[in-house]
């Protein structure tokens, strides 16, 4: 679960970098 909770955490920042 560690790893999805490390997504989870990661995916909106990454998504904000990338559309940004």
């Known amino acids: 679960m560690r ?3 490390t997504y989870l ?3 909106p ?3 904000t ?3 940004a």
Do not use: E, G, Q, T
Request: aromatic share 24%; net charge neutral; glycine share 0%.
């Open 3 to 5: 790893d999805f909770k």
């Open 9 to 11: 955490s990661v995916a």
């Open 13 to 15: 920042v990454l998504s």
């Open 17 to 19: 970098l990338w559309f």
